[in-house]
């Protein structure tokens, strides 16, 4: 199963377009200012799927008006990473019992690349 990647979607009642461009060393960006997901041509099918996550996941941040987390990185790919897998059927959704901890999987570490080309380190 695929993530469809939507010609615009509703964040939080605003319709951001979604327009695919030649990004020139970026694979994707936002713009809650003119509502739009851009997205890097030349992706492969789950790139594209997880850098559209990805963006979303920062223009839900900016909308609910969490400017202090729409730069961490580190959780906007954790969080689009782990809607991918739970969406896509790839690693289904985690429980409490995959880190022994009670709350679930960590986040992935630093070191995982943000697909947007910006650093994904805190």
Excluded: N, W
């Excluded at 030649?22 to 936002?30: I, L």
């Amino acid at each position: 199963m695929a993530v469809e990647v939507p010609r615009s979607v509703s964040v939080l009642g605003l319709a951001y377009a979604v327009e695919t461009a030649d990004m020139d060393g970026e694979d994707g960006s936002v713009s809650p200012a003119r509502q739009l997901i851009r997205l890097s041509s030349g992706l492969s099918a789950e790139k594209r799927e997880q850098v559209f996550l990805h963006e979303l996941v920062h223009a839900l941040l900016d909308q609910l008006g969490y400017a202090d987390l729409y730069g961490d990185e580190h959780l906007v790919q954790g969080l689009a990473i782990g809607l991918h897998q739970a969406l896509a059927g790839r690693g289904g959704v985690p429980t409490s019992s995959d880190s022994g901890s009670g709350t679930g999987r960590s986040l992935p570490p630093t070191s995982t690349p943000c697909p947007c080309g910006r650093p994904s380190g805190p």
